[in-house]
């Protein structure tokens, strides 16, 4: 079992950043890929980025040239830079961890664990 924490959200104002975080415990997460999704007001949860556990990367085109995806695995943490933040990246975000597939690691369902969510607020 992996058990994920997120942290970091909070109110910001459009254009300005913010750093979430997803310490892990239970198990490395060094064999994992991590992703983040977000869920908005119509409760449905998008992709947002991914990392695999080579590093390669997936981004969702929305989040591309502003956000950014990272992971220490010493610290079994993986993080979320968000720049150049806009109203419509009000969410609460997830981070998860799994095993996804080839061409999968956009897939909710190809994550086996998740966190409770942080929620992150962009005014305009």
């Known amino acids: 079992q992996v058990q994920l924490v997120e942290s970091g959200g909070g109110l910001v104002q459009a254009g300005g950043s913010l750093r979430l975080s997803c310490a892990a415990s239970?198990?490395?997460?060094?064999?994992?890929?991590m992703a983040w999704f977000r869920q908005g007001p119509r409760k449905e949860r998008y992709f947002v980025l991914a990392?695999?556990?080579?590093?390669?990367?997936s981004y969702a085109d929305s989040v591309k040239g502003r956000f950014t995806i990272s992971r220490d695995d010493a610290q079994n943490t993986v993080f979320l830079q968000m720049n150049n933040l806009k109203p419509e990246d009000t969410a609460v975000y997830y981070c998860?961890?799994?095993?996804?597939?080839?061409?999968?690691?956009?897939?909710?369902?190809?994550?086996?664990?998740w966190g409770q969510g942080t929620q992150v607020t962009v005014s305009s």
């Open positions: 990392i695999s556990g080579s590093s390669r990367l």
């Open positions: 239970g198990r490395t997460i060094s064999p994992y890929a």
């Open positions: 998860a961890a799994g095993t996804p597939g080839d061409g999968r690691m956009s897939y909710a369902s190809s994550y086996d664990y």
